[in-house]
């Protein structure tokens, strides 16, 4: 049959069924949760709308491109950060442009003026392809503090913490983003999104599976079809198979894949979720550590996820990237309650929920100076590939939603070809 199979109801896979059904092909995705969304749902508990983790939405990335073509509608603002800056176990004032660093006792006098030239050149680094970011913030940087906050950047616009893997080039270019336009917190949370694309999905005529495992991707060396958990078969010409390069590689048995699943390198993160009556310190909305990867957001002062009242913090440590070590979630825990108790103290007193996930996935892939693979699979002809891990635009949900679109758009010309 004519059609294609979209493995995975996340945003990914919703955003190529919507734009492969609008270019009139029969199109079904099937998603083996019961719920849409993948690591974009939003759970409400009691009225506080939770997300996986902290979520901000890039304004001039590619998703945001691809959410306006698909008519997906949102609404949220830009953070306006209020907060401390971690260093040493302390809390300093937080800088938020170079004015402000020289105020406060975040760094030594001599140290500021570079901070500050940093800062305001932030948008315009250039690096070359190759050096990672550690290397070129050793190169580039004199006192210790201006590279240790160097660093804190590159982890809260990457949300991972690789230095020494992450290419300086690309990481400088989600810096020049996060400054030109800078990010969303969505109300209602990223559950908005995802019913976004359920109705674009469904509008192009897609039809949606929910609760049902895809078990194998038929194919020789082209595409015939899936089966699914029940022993049913669904033809296809062709199949998008979303989520990370491990799993799809299971599933898909291809030998391309197989090998850009043993080379890619995941980044996660421990995230504590903390749904609080009050704010102790209304006035603070940001903790940002600056020697040690911790982050703190209350991410209901900017957008409506809270009702009356209650506040909802998100917290987080960015995981060291590519560590097989064990890993004491006790202790990681504490760390970033640490982290809570300088910017809101007191804060254990008023939860009404919490919500720890020690190991949560970031990206499937840290930007590395190699180029990302796919959405094409090279060894099966009519398969394709989309995820936070896969082409050559944007990172994180940009990287999501571009793959989407250009998977859509390989298909299309696949069958204008034929």
């Not at 040493?88 to 975040?106: N, Q, Y």
């Not at 240790?148 to 809260?156: H, K, T």
């Not at 891990?389 to 998977?407: F, K, N, Q």
Request: charged share 20%; proline share 4%.
């Amino acid at each position: 049959m004519d059609q294609v199979v979209v493995v995975g109801g996340g945003l990914g896979g919703l955003a190529a069924a919507a734009l492969i059904g609008r270019a009139g092909r029969r199109v079904v995705v099937v998603e083996r949760a019961r719920a849409l969304g993948g690591r974009a749902q939003t759970h409400d508990e009691d009225g506080f709308l939770m997300n996986l983790g902290a979520h901000a939405l890039y304004r001039g990335g590619a998703a945001a491109d691809v959410y306006r073509e698909l008519g997906v509608n949102y609404t949220g603002r830009s953070p306006v950060t209020v907060g401390l800056a971690i260093r040493g176990g302390r809390g300093h004032a937080l800088p938020t442009g170079p004015m402000s660093l020289f105020f406060g006792d975040l760094m030594p006098v001599a140290a500021r003026f570079e901070a500050a030239k940093l800062f305001a050149g932030l948008a315009t680094i250039e690096a070359p392809p190759g050096m990672s970011v550690l290397e070129w913030a050793e190169a580039t940087t004199r006192h210790v503090t201006v590279k240790e906050m160097f660093l804190a950047l590159a982890r809260v616009t990457t949300y991972a913490n690789a230095p020494t893997l992450q290419d300086a080039a690309k990481t400088a270019r989600q810096l020049a983003l996060a400054m030109r336009a800078g990010v969303l917190y969505l109300d209602g949370g990223w559950a908005t999104l995802v019913e976004g694309l359920r109705r674009a999905a469904k509008h192009g005529g897609a039809e949606i599976v929910t609760g049902r495992d895809v078990v194998q991707v038929l194919h020789d060396d082209r595409v015939h079809g899936v089966v699914l958990d029940d022993g049913r078969t669904i033809a296809a010409t062709e199949v998008i198979v979303t989520g990370g390069p491990r799993g799809v590689s299971a599933l898909t048995k291809s030998a391309a894949v197989k090998r850009w699943a043993e080379t890619l390198v995941p980044a996660h993160a421990a995230c504590l979720d903390i749904a609080v009556s009050h704010l102790p310190r209304a006035k603070l909305n940001f903790a940002l550590g600056i020697d040690t990867p911790l982050y703190v957001s209350v991410h209901s002062v900017t957008a409506r996820l809270a009702p009356a009242g209650g506040a909802l913090i998100h917290a987080a440590k960015y995981l060291p990237a590519g560590s097989s070590e064990h890993q004491d979630n006790d202790k990681v825990l504490a760390e970033i309650e640490g982290a809570v108790d300088l910017l809101q103290p007191g804060w254990r007193d008023v939860v009404v929920h919490r919500r720890f996930l020690p190991r949560l996935v970031v990206t499937h892939a840290i930007d590395v100076a190699e180029a990302r693979p796919g959405p094409a699979v090279p060894d099966v002809h009519g398969l394709y590939v989309v995820g936070d891990w896969v082409g050559g635009t944007g990172a994180l949900s940009d990287a999501t939603l571009a793959s989407a679109r250009e998977a859509a758009s390989l298909v299309g010309a696949r069958r204008a070809a034929a």
